[in-house]
Structure formats: C-alpha cells, structure tokens
C-alpha cells in the first residue's frame, strides 16, 4: 500500500514539474514571438534570414570568438555594444561617426559602462592610411569602424547601433524630454541655436534642445572632451529615466522607437541580449570614460589636421583594466 502511494505522489510531483516546465516554455516562446514582431521594425543591416538561422549563427559567432585574447566575446563576462551617432548632412552621402560610444554591460553585476571615444584621436586604419577615427564610418562604415576599434584597442563589438542627429531628436521627444543639469552659456547657447528660453538648473530638453546641447563643443577650452561629456549625461539621463519602466509599457514604447535606428545585430542576439539585460537595469550602475584618457595624448597637427595622438598602449590597457573588472 505504501508502495502504491509512494508511486501516486511521484507521478503527481513529476506532472507538477512538467506543467512548469511546460509553462515556461511556452512564456518564453510568446515572449520571443513578441519580441520578434517589435524587433522587425528595426532597420538590419545583415540581410534577413529565418529566426533559428540568426539563433544558430550567433551561438556559432560567440564560440569562435572564446580564445580571441580580445576585450570582449564569450568568457570575457561583458557585452560591448557600440552606438555611433551620424552626422550626415542635406545632399551628403556618406557620414562620419560624429559620435562613439562604447556600452559595456557587465553580467556578473548588471552595470554598464560608457566609454567615449574622441573623433579626433589619430589611429591606423585598416587597409587605409591613418586619419581621425570617425574617418573610419565615412570610409567603410561599421564594419571598417568595429576592424578599426579591434586593431588599435583589442576591442571585441558585439554589435552596433546607428542612428542620425535628426532620428537622434525625434528619439528624444518620443521619450518625452531628457532631465539635465544646465550651466547657464549651456542654456544661452542652446536658446541662441533653437530659439528657447531655457535658463541654468534642471531643465528638461526636448529633442532639438538635447541635440544642440549633445553638439556644444566651444564653450570649454577642452573642446570635444566637454562635447563627448555632455553625450554621455544625456545617454546616462535617458537609462536612468526609463530603467524602472514596465514591459506593458516599454513594448508600445519600442514599437515607435525601433524604426528611428539602424543595427547590424541579428534578431536572436537582439532577444537574448533583451532577455538578459533588461531585468537587470533597474538596479545597474553607470559609469563614464573617454579614451584617450588623461596623461595619454598630445595635441598635434598631422597633415593639416588638429589631431590627438595616444598612446595606443596605455589606452588599451586602461580599457582592459576598466571593462573586465569594472
């Protein structure tokens, strides 16, 4: 009798387990469904193929890139995804990368990282001559960018995003405004470009606001380092407004976003990294960095050109030290 009962609650545990089991699955299943539908209104730069091909040549990409010695990839524990900002001008055809930053999430903590890179600093081009580092976008776009960034900083990209000053805005109002801290020439020189009356304290930005304050490069004797500054607080500003959003309410939200931005990561990247990352967000930490990084570079005219030139080494160590173990 006892053997009988035994065996009944076994079955009714193993049931119990598989209804989970099951339960799950299925959640996951609708979850990547949806994600699929607003994930499809992103503009790829890959061509298209069917959603377990992407799976299959991600998990294929990660493995192959285990024993790379690079900055990133499977093992590493970080995920480094580049935004680049265009700026492409009326009648132009190609664009130089106004604007480089680096993400890093880091999984064993859940933070994130903003590493700025400088458009003037001076590196080798791979299969070009060496030239500012936004050349690199109007020359090859990402893909030349990414080959640029792993030569010269051992630096593995799991992927870009693009996206133009004017999506930029649009972004900015869809999002309702971005909170920031102005000085008052800040706001001055904001009102002067947009025509606003905005004044020194907290203001919120609307898009033309938040772009021309993204821009202000002469109001500081440092130039581009204030510029890139001021990038990285309005990146900082926009995650930490909308970390603590609700899916019900970030899916519509996607659903006008996604079609503002260019990407080269496939659908099965982009879930899983949703998936992961997401959760996590609202008790992530941020940081910010530039390379070149202090005491590493010299002001230098290099063919005509006002260029930072680095040390390249040290610059690349710093990056090790700060992304692996941040």
């Known amino acids: 009798m006892k053997r009988k009962q035994h065996d009944t609650f076994a ?13 799950i699955l299925t959640l996951l299943l609708g979850a990547t469904a949806l994600f699929q539908q607003v994930l499809g209104k992103i503009h790829y730069t890959q061509p298209a193929a069917d959603f377990g091909t992407r799976l299959s040549a991600f998990i294929s990409d990660a493995v192959s890139e285990g024993q790379s010695g690079l900055i990133g990839g499977t093992g590493s524990g970080i995920v480094n995804i580049l935004l680049v900002g265009q700026d492409r001008r009326e009648g132009e055809q190609t664009a130089r990368s106004d604007s480089m930053i680096l993400c890093t999430y880091h999984r064993k903590t859940g933070n994130v990282t903003m590493t700025s890179f400088l458009r003037d600093l001076y590196v080798p081009i791979p299969g070009h001559h060496s030239n500012r580092i936004n050349a ?21 990209i799991d992927g870009n995003i693009e996206v133009d000053f004017s999506q930029f805005a649009q972004i900015i109002d869809l999002l309702g405004g971005v909170e920031l801290e102005l000085r008052e020439d800040e706001a001055a020189e904001i009102n002067k470009e947009t025509g606003s009356s905005l004044t020194a304290g907290t203001q919120t930005l609307n898009g033309e606001q938040a ?29 930490s407004s909308y970390r603590n959003i609700k899916w019900t309410d970030l899916l519509p939200l996607m659903d006008q976003l996604l079609p503002l931005i260019s990407t080269d990561m496939n659908y099965g990247k982009l879930v899983l990294l949703a998936m992961e990352i997401l959760p996590k967000l609202s008790d992530a930490q941020i940081t910010n960095h530039r390379i070149p990084a202090d005491g590493t570079f010299t002001d230098e005219k290099i063919d005509g050109m006002a260029v930072l030139s680095a ?15 941040g």
């Open 136 to 156: 690199a976008y109007s020359e090859g776009g990402v893909e030349l960018l990414d080959d640029t960034l792993r030569e010269n900083f051992d630096l593995h």
């Open 211 to 239: 772009l021309t304050y993204s821009r202000i490069r002469k109001l500081d004797a440092d130039g581009d380092f204030s510029r890139t500054d001021r990038q990285r607080k309005v990146m900082s500003a926009l995650l």
């Open 11 to 23: 079955r009714s545990v193993m049931k119990l387990v598989c209804f989970l089991l099951a339960l």
């Open 311 to 325: 040390d390249l080494e040290a610059n690349r160590q710093l990056l090790r030290d700060t992304l692996l173990n």
